[in-house]
């Protein structure tokens, strides 16, 4: 038998064997094990994204994470307060085996309702996920990172592409420490969330639909 025909029995073979460690995607279902607990969290906001303004605005809180479905899913809630007033939201999570991929979703505070999602996954230690979106009646990419992650600290940012992705501008940076288990606030309930600052709009409010970094 040539090589050739070796190779291609040799490939067909690996198809075929069930669970084949050499072609298994990897199992991300506890990609996010690591965010379940009570965080501080400080937050800088870009005020004016895609308009050439460098006004940031900061906040200080908490993120509260809570595991669901073993791992598969979180809730996340966070509440923060600033100079630009006083936030709180509501993330969800969601792990998909099929794909091996997460999508993500915001509650706009005080709506009832939940932000397009973002989807993708973790590679070497950094996710990122993506969406596309409006803002300000413009047509944007969204990006969301997750990085710099330790046992005790992890950073979160948002950013807008205007271009088709060539160029990214960051308008939501979030940076966490573990809190050891003592929240300094009392866990909102997810049906008591409420705001006096709007957080994201799913396009009722100037076509906005450009997830949690729509925040204003």
Known sequence: MSLRLLLIAFVFALQTI???????????????DFQI??????????LHPLSGSASWVQYDGTHVVSKVWGGRANLGILEIDGPSGHIEGQSLRLY???????SFTFAQSGEG???PPMMGEFKRGRGEFF????YNGRAVLVRSITADITPTTYRDEYAYSADGGRTWET???????????KNKRRPLSTAAIH???PLISNG?????????????
């Open 37 to 46: 607990g009570t965080w501080n969290v400080h937050v800088k906001r870009l």
């Open 18 to 32: 069930p669970g084949s460690a050499a072609l298994a995607a990897p199992d991300g279902q506890h990609d996010f």
């Open 131 to 134: 969406n596309q979106g409006t």
């Open 96 to 102: 998909n085996p099929q794909t091996h991929q997460w």
């Open 171 to 181: 308008n939501w940076i979030a940076t966490f420490t573990l809190a050891n288990g």
């Open 204 to 216: 009722a409010r100037g076509g906005r639909t450009c997830g949690v970094s729509c925040i204003r």
């Open 113 to 115: 309702t939940m932000g």
């Open 195 to 197: 705001s006096n600052t």
